[in-house]
């Protein structure tokens, strides 16, 4: 993942998992569209995402499988997004991950960040926007319920 410091509250990610997160095996729990949003230098149409994401550990616990740490809710943001597509979302969302390439070098005036959503089942996304932001991240149970 490249540009990490130019993602907005990033710093949230980075204290609970140390470093960025590749979104393996996370699931999207909601998206929502909002053509009205305005921001600060934003005008366009805004994405939000609710993503239950969490750590998997080389440890084996006693029921066979690999031993998940760290379960978060993650609210990112989005702003001024365009050639949005979006496919097979459904009951449940996994992602083989979520991929941020950074396109500032290009200087485009309103495109600064190319976005996909790597689907392993249901949900698989990408889009262009201008800023990304990480809202909140709030620790949850291993079903994504918060704590």
């Known amino acids: 993942m490249d ?5 907005t509250g ?8 140390g470093s960025w997160p590749s979104f393996h095996d ?8 909002d053509r009205l949003a305005r921001r600060e230098g934003c005008y366009g149409p805004t ?8 750590e998997m550990t080389k440890e084996v616990g006693e029921d066979g499988h690999y031993v998940l740490r760290h379960h978060v809710l993650v609210l990112l943001r989005f702003l001024d997004v365009d050639e949005l597509r979006l496919e097979r979302f459904n009951y449940q969302n996994a992602l083989m991950g979520i991929t941020f390439r950074d396109l500032r ?10 976005v996909h959503f790597d689907s392993a089942f249901g949900a698989d996304a990408s889009f ?9 991240v709030v620790p ?4 994504g319920e918060p704590i």
């Open 3 to 7: 540009g990490v410091d130019g993602i």
């Open 10 to 17: 990033a710093g949230q990610l980075l204290r609970v998992f």
């Open 26 to 33: 996370a699931e999207v729990l909601w998206l929502r569209l």
């Open 47 to 54: 994405l939000e995402t609710m993503v239950h994401a969490f």
């Open 105 to 114: 070098d290009r200087q485009m005036e309103r495109v600064r960040w190319a």
């Open 128 to 136: 262009k926007c201008f800023a990304i932001e990480v809202v909140s």
């Open 140 to 143: 949850c149970n291993r079903v």
